[in-house]
């Protein structure tokens, strides 16, 4: 277990095209096996360097400083010409016997740093990482039938869940993606009912969401993705559906027209207060 926030450096070992939108990089790091841990859904941030840099330049951490604060102070005292650009990511797999940790990237088009560096990234190029931490792990929530809801930022999430689950879990996987080529396959032990989404066939994931078979009184919800479709599925969810708030495990993983670099928005806020209100 490591001590306080913990800051690596990873590097890109190989670089697959999983489908036309989605890139699988494999990265090695000398911590990568004292981090990771034996649970589903494990977030971090990866941290780019700035034109001109080669390794992002990453404050040291402090091993009492377990939230993080102090560091994130001394992150932003970095003149921001030469800050690194930070953004989250879910470790879709980590195989111990090779040492490597795979992170799936949306090439979403509407390219900000991290697209940017992931396109271009070959075997050698360095990344930070910040986590992944078990501070920030959130529990999925228990029931006899999950709903798993998010679009393709979710999916590396979304299979980490699959594959952890047990062999008697009942799971409906409603998954927005921009076309038929970019559906993935999963490995699951539970049994999974998959509805794929697609953009370019003017489909809504709140549209999926309403129509799936949920069992009453016994669903539980994890909803990922754009924030305000994640809040759009949560409402439907507790509003229309009845599910208890505590029953729905929510994130808004992106934000149209914004990115993680701006300031949280009043609607952020409140969500994020919310959020923070029913964490038990
Ligand atoms: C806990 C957590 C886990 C995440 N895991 C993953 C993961 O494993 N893989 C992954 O690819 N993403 C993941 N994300 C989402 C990712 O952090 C964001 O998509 C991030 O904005 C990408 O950074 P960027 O530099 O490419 O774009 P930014 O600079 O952040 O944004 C630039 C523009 O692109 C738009 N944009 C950002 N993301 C998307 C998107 N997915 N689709 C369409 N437009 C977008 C923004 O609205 C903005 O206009 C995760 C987010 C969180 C909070």
């Not at 090695?28 to 589903?40: K, Y």
């Not at 999430?157 to 999963?186: K, Y």
């Not at 919800?221 to 409402?235: I, N, Y």
């Amino acid at each position: 277990m490591v001590q306080g926030l913990a800051v690596s450096y990873v590097r890109v070992e190989d670089v697959e095209r999983i489908s036309p939108r989605m890139l699988r990089i494999g990265f090695s790091g000398d911590a990568l096996a004292s981090l990771m841990e034996d649970r589903p859904d494990q977030q971090m941030k990866l941290c780019f360097p700035r034109a001109g840099q080669r390794v992002p330049r990453l404050p040291e951490p402090d091993a009492e400083d377990t939230y993080g604060m102090r560091w994130y102070e001394a992150y932003l005292a970095i003149p921001e010409p030469e800050r690194p650009l930070m953004r989250s990511f879910t470790v879709r797999s980590y195989d111990p016997g090779s040492g490597l940790m795979a992170v799936d990237f949306v090439l979403h088009g509407d390219d900000g740093p991290a697209t940017r560096w992931a396109r271009t990234a070959g075997p050698g190029d360095v990344a930070g990482m910040v986590g992944p931490s078990s501070a920030y792990a959130r529990p999925l929530p228990r029931a006899g039938h999950l709903l798993l809801a998010g679009d393709e930022s979710a999916l590396p999430a979304i299979g980490t869940i699959l594959e952890a689950l047990p062999a008697g879990a009942r799971v409906t996987v409603c998954a927005e993606v921009a076309d038929a080529a970019e559906e993935q396959r999963f490995d699951s032990a539970a049994e999974v009912t998959v509805c794929w989404v697609h953009r370019d066939r003017g489909a809504s994931l709140l549209d999926a969401v309403r129509s799936a078979e949920l069992p009453q009184g016994d669903t539980a919800g994890w909803l990922a993705g754009e924030a305000g479709t994640v809040r759009a599925l949560r409402r439907h969810l507790v509003e229309e559906r009845g599910l208890p708030r505590s029953a729905v495990e929510f994130s808004g993983y992106w934000r149209r027209a914004l990115t993680q670099d701006d300031a949280p928005t009043e609607e952020d806020l409140a969500w994020a207060a919310e959020r923070a209100a029913e964490t038990p």
